[in-house]
């Protein structure tokens, strides 16, 4: 099994912990555990690639890569996996013209692999680190809609929409009522990504047209 962080910035905190993950995984799953931290910065992936010194001769090895351990044309027989093929998207270095549209390509075959859920939040991820020409390609495929994954993320922005308009239409009514909207009460409906709730809290406020007692 193999355990796979994303890591910014060294941390202490983070380096002590470490060790702790690899033994609870091993003791839950009762298999070899290895772990492998993903870096975009080289330095960082240095200092990681040293391993865990828990004592004599007892020291973790801890696998590391950064930004120059990517491949910078990646081909389809580099991408075996879903999830080799989202860390070569979102840390290695942009593929342009056919050589995008081939990794584009892999890419989509790979995530349509994937429950579709969880392959639309890598898609959702991936259009704001991607640079402009393979983005446009991912958005353009996702309106073909030809995977299960497609509909879903195509679902999900429909969603967010709703969500967002709920927002503004509850915000805009608490505002015109006689006792208005506090601060904390914007703040908790920003904070609010459940459409049913944000309609429940608009039904009540309606009903005694007001904002007060709304979320108890």
Known sequence: MVIVEVQNEWKNEKHYRLPGYMTRAFEDHRLPIELLLVCPDDTVARKYRKGIRLGPDNT??????GMSDFPEDPDAD?????????????FGKAPNGRKAELFISTLDHRLGTIEPGRAADYIKSLLTILEDEPARMLEELMRTQTRPYHSEYSDSLLEQGE???????LVRYLESTPTGLTHEQRQQIERCADLRMLDSWLDKAYQQQSGEGLFE
């Open 60 to 65: 973790i090895t801890v696998h590391s890569v």
């Open 163 to 169: 969500v967002r308009y709920a927002r503004r239409a």
């Open 78 to 90: 580099l991408l075996p996996t879903a999830a080799a093929a989202v860390v070569i998207a979102a």
